[in-house]
């Protein structure tokens, strides 16, 4: 099975930083990628989709950008509602596996 | 709106049974896959188990095989989780979440409120 990995685990940043988050997979996988955000307490939310597509209703400081192997979420600007856990996932094929997160918040 | 409310979560003695439910509106039911995912306290995603629109394709992860069976019934618009031989690893915030888009290579959108399974003595 294919294993998806993130770093960092976590992450302290100052509002208006740019931010980024770097999902790999074992083996490749296309750009069969997302990026889900799960503020705390809250449900997961897609947020960007084939890797670099942003679902609708999503600012657009977030960007998706990778294929293969190797993908990133970039956040431009972090604001405070930016706080949460963000979660890369492959979906072509099963096992759909989960990134272990990575936990944003404000320095 | 879309919307996927789950069901049927509770306390559980280890080795015990739970049925959770999910129930969709907003969208054609029948024409979408759907998955489990769970999430443990303090822990990440664990992808589950998946059914595809038709119940002809169904996945599970390794950790539930041999002992949880997804379902669904089409036309009561529902999604159904049947947890056998339960343990306390399995204790946990059961989601259940569909597929943004018709085709089986597709991310998970919506996701339901949860439904949190406690398996304890």
């Known amino acids: 099975d294919i294993q998806m990995t993130q770093s960092p685990s976590s992450l302290s940043a100052s509002l208006g930083d740019r931010v980024t988050i770097t999902c790999r997979a074992s083996q490749g996988i296309s750009n069969y990628l997302a990026w889900y955000q799960q503020r705390p307490g809250k449900v997961p939310k897609l947020l960007i989709y084939?890797?670099?597509t942003l679902q609708s209703g999503v600012p657009s400081r977030f960007s998706g950008s990778g294929s293969g192997t190797d993908f990133n979420i970039t956040i431009s600007s972090l604001q405070p509602e930016d706080v949460a856990t963000y979660y890369c996932?492959?979906?072509?094929?099963?096992?759909?596996?989960f990134g272990p997160g990575t936990t944003v918040d404000i320095k | 709106e879309v919307q996927l409310v789950e069901s049927g979560g509770g306390l559980v003695k280890p080795g015990g049974s739970l049925r959770l439910s999910c129930a969709g509106s907003g969208f054609t039911f029948k024409s979408y896959g759907m998955n489990w995912v769970r999430q443990a306290p303090g822990k990440g995603l664990e992808w589950i188990s998946s059914i595809s629109s038709s119940s002809s394709i169904i996945h599970y992860a390794d950790s539930v095989k041999g002992r949880f069976t997804i379902s669904r019934d089409n036309a009561k618009n529902s999604l159904y989780l049947q947890m056998n031989s339960l343990r306390a690893e399995d204790t946990a915030v059961y989601y259940c979440?569909?597929?943004?888009?018709?085709?089986?290579?597709?991310?998970?959108?919506?996701w339901g409120q949860g439904t949190l399974v406690t398996v304890s003595s």
């Open positions: 084939a890797a670099s």
């Open positions: 996932q492959k979906y072509h094929s099963a096992p759909f596996t």
């Open positions: 979440a569909k597929l943004y888009d018709f085709w089986s290579d597709s991310p998970f959108d919506p």
